[in-house]
C-alpha cells in the first residue's frame, strides 16, 4: 500500500468519525459515543501524520503499539471506557484497511493487558495520540 492509498483510506475513515459526532445527540449515550468518536478521530490523525512523515510502515508500526497497549474493556457496559473503545474501533478498522495479516493482529491482540492491569497513562491510546 503506497502512502497516498493509506491517507486516502484514513481520510475517508476520518470522514465517518466526524459525521458520527454529529450524529452523538441523536444517541442514548450521547457523551459517550461523542467520546468514542472523537477517540477514533484522533487515532485517524495521528496515523495521517505518521504515514506523511515517515511512511505507511511506521504508521503500520505505531498501530501496532497502540493496539498491545490498550486494555481490554469486553464485558463492560456499551457507553463505558468510549475513549478506549473508540481506539480499539479505529486500530482495527485500520487493520482492516490494510490487510493486516490475522496472525500479526491476534498476537498484538494477545498482549494486551486486562483493564484495570494497565500502568497509568498505558491503554490510553487516545491520550498519547494527542501528545504526538
Known sequence: MTTEQLLQGLKHYRRIARQDLLR??????????????EA?????????????EAGPQ???????????ALPFTTGTAE???????????????FFLMIGLDPKTRREARNARPKLGLASPG???????????
Open 58 to 68: 511506521d504508521a503500520i508500526e505505531f498501530a501496532l503499539e497502540q493496539y498491545r
Open 122 to 132: 498505558e491503554g490510553q491510546g487516545h491520550n498519547k495520540l494527542e501528545d504526538m
Open 24 to 37: 452523538a445527540p441523536e444517541t442514548p449515550h450521547p457523551d459517550a459515543f461523542r467520546l468514542h468518536a
Open 40 to 52: 477514533r478521530r484522533a487515532l485517524y490523525v495521528s496515523l495521517e501524520g505518521r504515514a506523511a
Open 79 to 93: 457507553h463505558e471506557h468510549p475513549g478506549l473503545k473508540g481506539c480499539e474501533n479505529g486500530l482495527e478498522n
